[in-house]
């Protein structure tokens, strides 16, 4: 079946620095969708990437949608204490449901 | 306006028990989908409801686990005989279709289940 890998697993940052994480699938996917869940709280959206090549931000939020359509990117510029939680990627291919990566946890430090 | 909420927040519950848990989606979102999420794990998913169409049921890990959408609208699952490696934290998202465009998730607070 389909899965996906979340890279890094954890990472330990410096307030005010850049992030960067990635998603990547085995298989293609039309869709992809960033979530960041919060301790004790549901998923929220962050971004929905539609098309190959898709750049999209929000705020300092930058997702892209790769190229070969099997990977997908979040960047995160100059960090915030409130960045901290697991941020999620989720893809689906045609005609299949939404599989959810494993999550990255990201702390800040001050 | 309103987003995905869930009852209860918290349940628990004794081994071999039965346990209902409540989903309302956003209003006018014909899909919904049931996920459970281990103690520092990703998103699992149980099942999924879309309009009238069969439920895919695909994900739901044994006979005890089972769910409902009743007018298309609100949602329970059910697990009856709990175990506790059925302690978790159970999310519920709905989304406005299924097609492209449609499709992203929003997801309810969850309820955390632990079985004692």
């Known amino acids: 079946g389909q899965q996906l890998n979340q890279s890094p697993q954890s990472m330990f940052i410096q307030e005010g620095e850049d992030v960067s994480m990635n998603c990547t699938s085995s298989?293609?996917?039309?869709?992809w969708l960033w979530y960041k869940q919060d301790p004790g709280e549901g998923p929220v959206l962050l971004i929905a990437?539609?098309?190959?090549?898709e750049l999209t931000s929000n705020g300092r939020l930058t997702a892209q949608f790769g190229i070969t359509r099997k990977d997908s990117f979040l960047n995160i510029s100059a960090s915030i204490p409130s960045d901290v939680g697991i941020y999620f990627c989720?893809?689906?291919?045609?005609?299949?449901?939404?599989?959810f990566g494993p999550g990255t946890r990201l702390s800040v430090l001050p | 306006g309103a987003g995905v909420s869930q009852s209860p927040s918290n349940k628990v519950t004794e081994k071999g028990k039965d346990v209902e848990l409540r989903c309302d989606p956003i209003?006018?979102?014909?899909?919904l989908y049931w996920y459970r999420q281990s103690l520092g794990q990703g998103l699992e998913f149980l099942i999924y409801?879309?309009?009238?169409?069969?439920?895919?049921k695909s994900g739901l890990p044994s006979d005890r686990f089972s769910a409902e959408r009743t007018g298309g609208s609100v949602s329970t699952l059910t697990i009856q005989r709990t175990q506790q490696e059925d302690s978790a934290v159970y999310l519920c998202?709905?989304?406005?279709?299924?097609?492209?465009?449609?499709?992203?998730?929003?997801f309810g607070p969850g309820t955390r289940l632990l079985v004692l």
């Open positions: 998202a709905s989304s406005l279709g299924s097609r492209a465009g449609q499709e992203t998730q929003y």
């Open positions: 298989s293609i996917f039309n869709t």
């Open positions: 990437l539609y098309k190959a090549g």
């Open positions: 989720a893809g689906r291919g045609y005609g299949q449901n939404f599989v």
């Open positions: 209003s006018g979102h014909t899909a």
């Open positions: 409801f879309q309009g009238n169409s069969a439920p895919d």
